[in-house]
């Protein structure tokens, strides 16, 4: 038995088309009612997983993490060596990757603006234990700007439901703006000679963020291109 409007297979149980939900009807043919999979009113129950369990597992899994490399530090090198980087990593990751579960609705704005903050702080904890000279130079203008272009990309999309082209082509206009300025700021800190390899970079993205933006001012154009992908 096949449902008249759409076509599909029916079994001879069924009374409605599981599909678009219209009746079947077959003169010459009379339905039965199957057997419930279950008896009435007592289905199985699933058990659902625990959320609170998860982060303390994950929280205690960070700290064996932590815990571990430092004592093996210590017992091959009777001091804190290496393991200062993985004890630094675990410490700033927590917040970044683990902490954003433990709320049932994290704000995506919120976490991806710690994630970057947490990247500079380890970075600049790197910085002081090598004592270097190229955080404040190059981390620290590199790590904010592309921090906060996409910051205000998840912020922008996540608040706004019209406009996305718009955030994602500014974003890269900004994002391929700055490569210049990363040479430079490369060039000052390692003592590198500017030779514009920041131009190679730079012109795709710009060229993509204005190709964005046209679309976004464009309705027939971004149609158009929506109906060739099948977007």
């Given at each position: 038995?096949y449902?008249?409007?759409?076509?599909v297979?029916?079994?001879?149980?069924?009374k409605s088309?599981?599909?678009c939900?219209?009746?079947?009807?077959?003169p010459d043919l009379v339905?039965t009612?199957a057997?419930?999979?279950?008896?009435?009113n007592?289905?199985p129950?699933t058990k659902?997983?625990?959320?609170i369990?998860i982060?303390?597992?994950?929280?205690?899994?960070?700290?064996i993490?932590?815990?571990?490399?430092?004592l093996?530090?210590?017992?091959i090198?009777?001091s804190?060596t290496?393991?200062?980087?993985v004890?630094?990593?675990?410490v700033?990751?927590?917040?970044a990757?683990v902490?954003?579960f433990?709320?049932?609705?994290?704000?995506?704005?919120?976490f991806?603006?710690?994630f970057f903050v947490?990247s500079?702080?380890?970075?600049?904890?790197i910085?002081?234990?090598?004592?270097?000279d190229?955080f404040?130079?190059?981390v620290?203008p590199t790590?904010?700007?592309?921090?906060?272009?996409?910051?205000?990309?998840?912020?922008?999309?996540y608040y706004?439901k019209n406009g996305?082209l718009f955030?994602?082509?500014?974003a890269?206009?900004a994002?391929?703006?700055?490569m210049?300025?990363?040479e430079?700021?490369?060039s000052?800190t390692?003592?590198y000679?500017?030779?514009w390899w920041?131009?190679?970079?730079?012109?795709?993205?710009?060229?993509f963020?204005?190709?964005?933006?046209f679309?976004?001012?464009t309705?027939s154009?971004?149609?158009?291109?929506?109906?060739?992908f099948?977007?």
């Amino acid at each position: 038995m096949y449902c008249i409007n759409c076509g599909v297979k029916l079994s001879d149980t069924e009374k409605s088309c599981p599909l678009c939900g219209t009746v079947p009807y077959h003169p010459d043919l009379v339905r039965t009612e199957a057997d419930s999979l279950y008896p009435k009113n007592k289905y199985p129950k699933t058990k659902k997983v625990s959320r609170i369990g998860i982060m303390m597992a994950m929280s205690i899994l960070s700290l064996i993490a932590a815990i571990v490399p430092m004592l093996c530090d210590f017992g091959i090198n009777s001091s804190m060596t290496w393991s200062a980087f993985v004890v630094g990593a675990v410490v700033m990751g927590y917040p970044a990757f683990v902490l954003p579960f433990w709320f049932k609705k994290p704000n995506p704005a919120i976490f991806t603006a710690v994630f970057f903050v947490c990247s500079a702080l380890y970075l600049l904890f790197i910085n002081i234990i090598t004592s270097g000279d190229w955080f404040l130079s190059f981390v620290f203008p590199t790590v904010g700007v592309i921090g906060l272009t996409i910051t205000a990309v998840v912020t922008l999309t996540y608040y706004l439901k019209n406009g996305k082209l718009f955030v994602f082509g500014g974003a890269f206009l900004a994002i391929g703006g700055y490569m210049p300025l990363m040479e430079l700021f490369l060039s000052i800190t390692f003592g590198y000679d500017f030779i514009w390899w920041s131009l190679y970079p730079m012109v795709p993205l710009m060229a993509f963020g204005l190709i964005l933006i046209f679309f976004g001012a464009t309705p027939s154009a971004r149609e158009g291109v929506e109906r060739r992908f099948f977007l």
